[in-house]
């Protein structure tokens, strides 16, 4: 019978210092500049603690949902006070700035984006050079890969998944009660088609990512006999293909969505109107 040998402890070894010609230092130079800059904007504006709400055509940034800061229960904007508070309050108004008035989505939120498998590739290599690029030599003396602490939380992955797609949901719901008019009836805004198609690409990034095409056609050994999952596998495996894609667009649209928000609640814009 033949032996298993165990995984290696060290990575392949290069005597070149890279075998690369192109520039590969530019992606992780550029991912961490990205990365900075939306960590530094993300981190501001979620302890901000103002502007994320528009009461009159019910615009609720996805940094502040679900708003459970009982400073959500009543938000006053041009004479028009509404609840950004959809889902009920348990956070006292008084706690510290650090506390986000979103504090049951963000913390999971940021560990699905952090376990993504394609957001480790990208971390990976800006950050820690771990490693730098593909056929340059290692710069770290030892290799431990996923499996100790904390990178075996790694593994986590599919169960912040699952927490992902219930906030999507949330996300959703926001956006629907977005097309609000100024008589309280339908209507549409520039803010109601910016919060749809972030969350149509929030729902894309999620949709494709690898766990859920585990979740819909794994393990499944007959396609014949299993036609819906097939079909919904085969579907989720063709947006699987862009779900780095996804997960950089999302950044921006994320952004895109807050920073409009925030403009139309601090009064220093006038939403455009389309209808209503």
């Not at 309050?89 to 940021?110: D, E, G, K, M």
Request: glycine content about 6%; proline content about 5%.
């Amino acid at each position: 019978m033949a032996t298993v040998e165990a995984p290696a402890k060290t990575r392949a070894r290069i005597s070149a210092k890279t075998f690369r010609t192109d520039d590969w230092r530019k992606y992780p130079y550029v991912t961490f500049i990205i990365f900075t800059a939306w960590v530094a904007y993300a981190t501001v504006r979620a302890m901000w603690g103002s502007a994320f709400y528009v009461p009159e055509y019910n615009y609720l940034t996805p940094f502040y949902s679900p708003c459970v800061n009982e400073a959500c229960n009543s938000v006053t904007l041009d004479g028009v006070t509404g609840s950004a508070a959809h889902f009920g309050t348990f956070v006292p108004a008084n706690v510290p700035f650090f506390i986000p008035y979103a504090l049951v989505s963000l913390p999971f939120l940021l560990l699905f984006r952090l376990t993504c498998y394609y957001y480790r590739k990208a971390y990976y290599r800006s950050f820690w050079a771990s490693p730098q690029a593909c056929g340059v030599r290692e710069p770290h003396a030892k290799y431990t890969g996923e499996t100790r602490f904390p990178l075996i939380g790694q593994n986590l992955h599919r169960y912040f998944w699952l927490i992902a797609g219930v906030i999507s949901v949330i996300n959703t719901y926001d956006a629907i009660l977005a097309f609000k008019g100024k008589d309280g009836g339908f209507g549409i805004g520039l803010g109601s088609l910016i919060l749809l198609a972030n969350v149509i690409l929030l729902w894309l990034y999620t949709l494709s990512c690898h766990s859920c095409r585990h979740v819909v056609g794994g393990r499944m050994k007959n396609f014949s006999k299993n036609p819906v999952r097939y079909r919904l596998w085969t579907w989720v495996s063709k947006i699987n293909a862009q779900h780095g894609t996804y997960a950089l667009v999302t950044l921006g649209s994320l952004v895109v969505a807050d920073f409009y928000v925030m403009l139309v609640a601090s009064d220093t814009i006038n939403d455009f109107r389309f209808f209503n």
